[in-house]
């Protein structure tokens, strides 16, 4: 099994929400989210699912969450699967609650299904 590569999307109208969220976190944060997204790339989803730096969304197909924490924050990145070692991060938020918002799982459908409608050859 290959190791992933992420990369981020760019919506049409020019946005990239996850790069502009990322800026907006504290360092700390921002720093913690990207070594969890390289210890990812580099270790394997293997590993990074023991090490629960990932996890599926449940009752969602192809959606997931890199996950991250620095002190009582809590980020999450969700992200899709493309093909072979290719995954797409939609968008991050931070967490408040238990559970993942909806809203947040339905925003990351939308911005999925619009990079496959402009990604298909």
């Keep these: 099994m290959e190791n992933p590569e992420f990369e981020t999307y760019k919506r049409p109208n020019g946005h990239d929400e996850f790069l502009e969220w990322l800026q907006k ?10 070594q969890v997204i390289t210890d990812t790339e580099q270790q394997g989803l293997l590993v990074a699912q023991r090490m629960t730096w ?23 990145a969700l992200y899709f699967h493309v093909e072979n070692g290719r995954y797409v991060i939609t968008h991050g938020f931070t967490k408040k609650t238990q559970k993942t918002p909806v809203s947040e799982i339905e925003h990351a459908q939308t911005l999925k299904k619009e990079w496959w409608e402009n990604h298909e050859d």
């Design 25 to 34: 976190l504290p360092i700390k944060d921002r720093a913690k989210l990207l």
């Design 54 to 76: 990932v996890k599926k969304i449940e009752g969602h197909q192809n959606l997931y969450e890199l996950r991250s924490k620095v002190a009582k924050n809590i980020q999450r």
